[in-house]
């Protein structure tokens, strides 16, 4: 057993040992949901104010709006009732530091984990890789107000959206911990 593993099942022994979340309903009590980043140093419950049970949480890769999202919020919002969307990209993000193109090359040369430096990404080993990830859009990130405006006015255009659910757009400050709204998605949004 991994030490990991080992920890993580240790922590879900004493967390169930005093649960009493157990009636919680499905719908989220709030009645909102957050699309952000999976990034480890986000913890969407502290930054919004969450306990179990208030919103849905929707995370990937940059927290961007793929097809895989939007149907997260379509789901939260017709089967579960959530009103108001948070679009929240966040500052020094990873999706920043490569392309597409550059993650293409990688997966090509090796399937391994690469590593970063002052002057780029660079695989470590030899393959064998894959040619897949050049037929991928990463969603990578070149600007990060620009991203969320793009990500709010995506969900906003998608036909399964209705026009009168309000998606607002915010960047997380992983140094500050504040929320910076980007007017600009957030307009796009109303």
């Given amino acids: ?12 022994r004493e967390y169930s040992n005093d649960f009493d979340k157990g009636d919680l309903p499905m719908p989220p009590g709030r009645q909102f949901a957050i699309l952000t980043c999976m990034d480890a140093r986000l913890d969407p419950a502290k930054y919004a104010g969450l306990a179990e049970g208030d919103a849905h949480v929707i995370r990937n890769a940059g927290g961007r709006a793929s097809d895989d999202a ?5 789901i939260s919002y017709k089967l579960l009732g959530t009103r108001e969307w ?3 990209h966040h500052t020094d993000c990873g999706m920043e530091t490569f392309s597409s193109e550059i993650m293409g090359d990688l997966l090509d040369s090796s399937l ?5 430096d002052a002057s780029g990404w660079h695989d470590c080993c030899e393959g064998p890789g894959s040619a897949e990830g050049k037929y991928i859009n ?4 070149k600007d990060q107000a620009q991203s969320v405006a793009e990500d709010v006015i995506r969900i906003k255009s998608s036909p399964l959206v209705p026009a009168d659910i309000p998606v607002y757009g915010y960047i997380y400050d992983v140094k500050t911990g ?3 709204e980007v007017p600009e998605a957030t307009e796009a949004g109303k």
């Fill in 70 to 74: 939007i149907r997260s919020l379509v």
């Fill in 178 to 180: 504040s929320l910076i």
């Fill in 1 to 12: 057993m991994s030490k990991v593993l080992n920890e993580v099942l240790l922590a879900n």
């Fill in 138 to 141: 990463w969603l990578t990130i």
């Fill in 112 to 116: 391994k984990t690469a590593s970063v």
């Fill in 86 to 88: 948070f679009v929240i």
